[in-house]
């Protein structure tokens, strides 16, 4: 029976709300831009931007434990891939909190609207499963470093009866 990584299905779930994310803030962008004529507000251009980067992000993330995994015995590569995931966490945390706050303090209703809520929705989601994902990264890059420390020998000893 083959290895199956249990962090695929967690990527998986990481690209499929990146993509409904970022389709869903493209779509308030665009509507933004269209009604008031000027670009869109922070939030949403940052909830955009969250988006891209945790698609960008799982490229490397994806990548490396696949195809170079010999890397993964340099601590240098195993803690850049634990930074990358803390980066997509505290960037989607940041980004549907904002949204969120942005939208509890106007009055807004219509289909635009509904829109901007599912997007904060699934950002909250994305960031759960960021900080998930973190967490088991966290564990699996400690877990590598007891591995490469060596355990404590103790010295050979000869005690000799003097003179």
């Given at each position: 029976m083959p290895n199956i990584n249990p962090m695929h299905p967690v990527r998986g779930a990481?690209?499929?709300?990146?993509?409904?994310?970022?389709?869903?803030?493209?779509?308030?962008?665009?509507?933004?831009t269209s009604h008031w004529r000027q670009s869109s507000p922070a939030q949403i251009s940052f909830l955009l931007f969250a988006a891209v980067w945790s698609l960008t992000s799982l490229l490397p993330i994806i990548l490396i434990p696949v195809k170079f995994s010999h890397l993964l015995s340099s601590a240098g590569f195993r803690w850049g891939l634990v930074a990358l995931d803390a980066l997509s966490m505290l960037f989607w945390f940041a980004g549907f909190v904002a949204l969120s706050v942005f939208l509890s303090g106007r009055i807004c209703?219509?289909?635009?609207c509904d829109v901007?809520?599912?997007?904060?929705?699934?950002?909250?989601?994305?960031?759960?499963?960021?900080?998930?994902?973190?967490?088991?990264g966290c564990y699996l890059a400690v877990k590598g470093e007891k591995r490469r420390v060596p355990a404590v020998q103790r010295p050979d000893v000869a005690m000799h009866q003097g003179i």
């Open positions: 990481q690209a499929v709300f990146a993509i409904i994310v970022l389709g869903l803030m493209a779509y308030v962008s665009s509507w933004w209703f219509g289909q635009v901007a809520r599912a997007g904060a929705v699934f950002g909250g989601l994305s960031w759960a499963v960021s900080a998930g994902a973190f967490a088991y």
